[in-house]
């Protein structure tokens, strides 16, 4: 039994709506990186169903060279996070001022 495409694209809107949502409604610093990070899966998965629904990998390989930069975009966003918290003890976007002494 083969899923229908229909299911992985609603599953992918669904969660690209939740990411959206996140980004524009929370204030939490990592709320709303984790956020992105949600958008981003959601478009891969995007890309590997019509990859996979066209019978070709080039989809799935550049979903391997989306999620790498991922990765090492998770480690300098969680760096940043980190340096901003102990500078200015909150991750909360609204009190943050980096260009304020």
Avoid at 29 to 50: D, Q
Avoid at 71 to 88: D, P, S, T, Y
Wanted: no cysteine.
């Amino acid at each position: 039994m083969n899923v229908p495409i229909e299911y992985y694209l609603i599953l992918s809107a669904f969660m690209f709506t939740v990411g959206v949502v996140g980004v524009v409604i929370r204030r939490n610093a990592i709320v709303v990186f984790m956020s992105i990070e949600l958008m981003l899966n959601s478009a891969n998965l995007t890309l590997v169903t019509f990859s996979s629904f066209m019978g070709n990998p080039i989809g799935q390989i550049f979903v391997f060279f989306v999620m790498t930069v991922a990765a090492a975009e998770a480690a300098v966003g969680l760096a940043i996070i980190i340096a901003i918290f102990r500078n200015k003890k909150t991750v909360n976007i609204d009190e943050i001022n980096i260009f304020k002494w």
